[in-house]
């Protein structure tokens, strides 16, 4: 039975069925075939989304669309270009430099790609730098996004764990910072080999001019993530502050006017719809696997494999870079965690060090073919097929693959910031 129903997964995943119902319709036949009530079903769809962390996510949502309504992002790059243009490859460490700093007010990879492409790619183009490298450096920066907080991925796996969603978020910043300073690495490589590349003069006027448009969005990460780590307010409650923030920065800087509510409003349902939809969809295919003792009986395996924690961690990587080409990152988490967790404790593994590692791992299948979310948006924003953005993105896979690794042999990287503010 349990091999007839991934068998059927599969291939509603091979038709481009979205993730959500090639869960969703096995998982109810499931209930049919054995003779159960789907009265179960709407039980357990409704119990895995009726959970208090979870309830951050549509305000995290909000607060990323609204700084992407807001134009933050585009004062964010002025205010780096006014500062590197100079530089060779000064582009290149901007793109990088914006999507980290974009990070902290977004916690999706496919709105910072998105957002950043556009103004990002063709400003390379008109200074010598090839498309190739543009679509790479943008959509291998945007994966910051997800990995920094506030991040979607980490409260769905905070909720999923039971572990706190502020120890989560302290714990993923200096990885992503690494991934950060992995990607530089990278551009400074390419840009010796890309000679027609224009350097554009620096002049101070034009730092305090750009300087002084980024004050109030750059306090937007001191408010929220101060205020979660500080114990000022929980998660959920940064989020709503979060976002009436930027709503007063968009309608103070008159980039946003009440006439754009109803379509940031309605941008940020339908986005949050998608993830509860897949998260519970998932959630009944997850009592499914349960009830077939898949659960038990991958925990034998893997453990009849290894017994050391660092082979666990590599084996959970690996699965997780596989997973995430082919399966949306919000479906693997809240099907894989109640999988992994008991390993994890048998082994020892800190269940924060396993959630950033899965949640870094499952970012990157976002720049993977087939699934690849955001090869589809580069491709979608600047009309070139999904092999060419692809191309340009294998460079920058090898930094973020070592940072994985970096996490699993040296997992005190992770766990450090939280133990030193006591979380």
């Not at 079903?41 to 009726?50: D, E």
């Not at 790059?77 to 006014?82: C, E, Q, S, V």
């Not at 750059?218 to 923030?245: K, S």
């Not at 290894?306 to 596989?322: C, E, H, S």
């Amino acid at each position: 039975m349990t091999l007839l129903l991934l068998l059927t997964i599969g291939l509603l995943l091979v038709l481009r069925v979205p993730v959500a119902f090639a869960f969703l319709g096995p998982g109810l036949g499931y209930l049919v075939l054995t003779d159960q009530s789907l009265g179960l079903a709407m039980r357990l769809i409704t119990n895995s989304t009726a959970s208090f962390p979870l309830l951050a996510i549509p305000l995290f949502v909000l607060l990323g669309v609204m700084a992407n309504r807001a134009g933050i992002a585009d004062r964010l790059f002025d205010f780096a270009l006014a500062f590197f243009g100079r530089v060779r490859g000064g582009l290149g460490y901007v793109s990088v430099g914006v999507s980290l700093g974009f990070s902290w007010m977004s916690g999706s990879a496919v709105a910072d790609a998105a957002a950043l492409s556009k103004v990002e790619i063709p400003t390379m183009e008109r200074n010598g730098y090839t498309r190739r490298f543009g679509l790479g450096v943008v959509g291998s920066s945007s994966l910051i996004a997800p990995v920094m907080p506030p991040s979607i991925p980490a409260v769905i796996y905070a909720g999923l764990a039971a572990v706190s969603t502020g120890a989560l978020f302290a714990a993923s910043v200096i990885p992503a910072l690494l991934m950060a300073v992995g990607l530089c690495v990278v551009v400074f490589f390419l840009v010796r080999r890309q000679p027609d590349i224009v350097v554009t003069g620096f002049e101070w006027s034009r730092v305090r001019e750009t300087g002084k448009r980024v004050l109030g969005p750059l306090l937007a990460p001191v408010i929220i993530l101060g205020g979660i780590l500080g114990g000022l307010f929980t998660p959920t409650e940064a989020a709503a502050v979060g976002a009436l923030y930027m709503l007063m920065l968009g309608f103070g800087y008159r980039t946003l006017h009440l006439r754009d509510l109803p379509r940031i409003f309605s941008e940020t349902v339908m986005t949050t719809a998608a993830i509860m939809l897949i998260v519970s969809s998932a959630s009944l295919l997850g009592y499914v696997l349960a009830r077939e003792r898949v659960p038990q009986q991958l925990s034998e395996l893997v453990l009849g494999l290894t017994d050391n924690g660092t082979v666990f961690l590599l084996l959970v990587a690996g699965l997780m870079l596989v997973l995430g080409t082919v399966i949306d990152a919000t479906a693997v988490l809240v099907l894989v965690v109640p999988i992994l967790l008991p390993i994890a404790g048998r082994l020892d593994v800190d269940p924060i060090v396993l959630g950033v590692l899965m949640i870094l791992s499952l970012m990157i299948g976002l720049l993977t073919p087939p699934v690849g979310t955001v090869l589809y948006v580069l491709s979608s924003t600047m009309k070139v097929p999904v092999s060419e953005a692809f191309k340009g993105s294998l460079p920058f896979l090898v930094p973020l693959v070592l940072v994985c690794l970096v996490i699993i042999f040296f997992p005190a990287i992770v766990t450090w910031l939280p133990a030193q503010l006591g979380l």
